[in-house]
Structures are given as structure tokens and as C-alpha cells.
């Protein structure tokens, strides 16, 4: 595996900003979903910049356990950016006012039946740790930029949906996935993971959406 060097805070902010800029986000809305919203915050640290994650608590009803970002469900007519902020401050301890929105990712759906926009964010001056909100978050943790741009560390494996529950698949079929997402030859879909950390593995959502970031801002 490569080692990519740490870029500098400001250009991983400018780059991403830009990035994001390019293009419109797509939207997404399914009938009968609810709306959610996460934070994938790029945070300022002395060895290069990071970006902020949380290990979801076992006894959630919903992905337990799972790598994520901060976020969740929004309230009736929320913005997503509000609704990112309010989460992230919920469950991790980030304050609203140090955070800079940068934009938004392509919106995804969740097998919990709900429509997830990721926000992108950069902080300046981010907290020197963060504090898990009981019941909610395991653990709130950060991987380097620098580190997920290495691309030994990504990997996708092409996954057959008929292998779902009855009750997942009748979820899936109302939202079906974007066409750079399946396998024409196969019709399975494409799932990525970043193996940053072996103890911490991004997968599933979180993992498409930090692939969509990282190839929009940097080419990855």
C-alpha cells in the first residue's frame, strides 16, 4: 500500500468545496420514507486533517453497531444542514457555530426506510475529543484524509440482492439504486469498504458516501 501525504486543511476545504460546487446533488424522495440527514465533517488536526466518525450503540433498533457518521432522522420541515448540525451536536458534542457547510452528496436511501442527505463540513477548531452520547453512540472517533485517499485501502465486493429478507427487498424496490451502483453484467450491487482502521471498518452507506466524497473532491 502507498502512503498519500496530508494535504493542508485549507486545500482539502478548498478542494472539497469546489468539488461539491460542480455539480447539483441529487435528490431523492420515496414515498412512505422518512427524511434523515448525516455530517461527514473534515476536522483540522496537527498531523493533517480527519474526518469524524461514530460507532452506532448495539441497542439501537436501526444499523446497530455499525461504523456511520453523526446524524439522524430530521424534524418536520428541517434542513438537512440544520438537522446535520443538530445530530452531530446530540451525539458527539461538535458545536454548531465552528462549523463551516461546504455542501451536500447525492442523497441515499436506507434499508430503515429512510432518505439520508450527507452534508459536508469543514471545522477549524474542532473540540480536542468528543463525548458519545449514551445509548446512542458506542464511540466518536476520526480516520485521516490522508489515510482513506490511499487507495489499497478501498475495496468493493459485488453483493446479490436476492439474498435479502422478503421484508428488505420490498423496501429496496421502492428505491431502486443509482446505475454506477450495479453491476450490469450481474445485476448485483456494488459495495464498498475502507479498511483504514482494521478495527473500524467504513461499509455499507457510510462507505458509499465517502467514496462519492473523496472521488468528487479528490479524485479518488
Known amino acids: 500500500m502507498g502512503r498519500v501525504a496530508?494535504?493542508?486543511?485549507?486545500?482539502?476545504?478548498?478542494?472539497?468545496?469546489?468539488g461539491l460546487a460542480a455539480r447539483p446533488p441529487r435528490a431523492l424522495r420515496v414515498p412512505g420514507f422518512r427524511?434523515?440527514?448525516?455530517?461527514?465533517?473534515?476536522l483540522d488536526r496537527q498531523g493533517g486533517p480527519t474526518l469524524l466518525?461514530?460507532?452506532?450503540?448495539?441497542?439501537?433498533?436501526?444499523?446497530?453497531?455499525?461504523?456511520?457518521?453523526?446524524?439522524?432522522g430530521l424534524m418536520p420541515e428541517?434542513?438537512?444542514?440544520?438537522g446535520a448540525l443538530r445530530e452531530a451536536l446530540e451525539e458527539v458534542g461538535l458545536p454548531p457555530p465552528g462549523v463551516d457547510i461546504l455542501g451536500r452528496l447525492d442523497d441515499l436511501?436506507?434499508?430503515a426506510r429512510f432518505t439520508v442527505t450527507p452534508v459536508v463540513a469543514a471545522v477549524a477548531s474542532p473540540p480536542g475529543t468528543f463525548t458519545a452520547a449514551p445509548g446512542e453512540v458506542e464511540e466518536a472517533f476520526e480516520l485521516p484524509l490522508a489515510r482513506l485517499l490511499d487507495p489499497g485501502l478501498r475495496r468493493?465486493?459485488?453483493?446479490?440482492?436476492?439474498?435479502?429478507?422478503?421484508?428488505?427487498?420490498?423496501?429496496?424496490?421502492?428505491?431502486?439504486l443509482p446505475l454506477e451502483d450495479v453491476d450490469p453484467a450481474?445485476?448485483?450491487?456494488?459495495?464498498?469498504?475502507?479498511?483504514?482502521?482494521?478495527?473500524?471498518?467504513?461499509?455499507?452507506?457510510s462507505a458509499r458516501m465517502l467514496a462519492e466524497l473523496l472521488e468528487r473532491a479528490y479524485g479518488r
Open 109 to 111: 436511501f436506507s434499508i
Open 186 to 205: 450481474t445485476g448485483h450491487w456494488r459495495v464498498w469498504s475502507f479498511h483504514a482502521d482494521p478495527a473500524r471498518v467504513v461499509w455499507g452507506l
Open 156 to 176: 468493493s465486493a459485488l453483493w446479490d440482492p436476492a439474498r435479502l429478507p422478503p421484508e428488505i427487498a420490498a423496501v429496496v424496490r421502492e428505491a431502486p
Open 53 to 72: 466518525f461514530t460507532r452506532r450503540a448495539t441497542a439501537l433498533p436501526h444499523h446497530a453497531g455499525e461504523i456511520s457518521f453523526p446524524g439522524g
Open 78 to 82: 428541517e434542513e438537512p444542514e440544520a
Open 35 to 42: 427524511r434523515a440527514a448525516v455530517l461527514l465533517a473534515i
Open 6 to 18: 496530508a494535504l493542508p486543511f485549507s486545500e482539502a476545504v478548498a478542494r472539497a468545496r469546489a
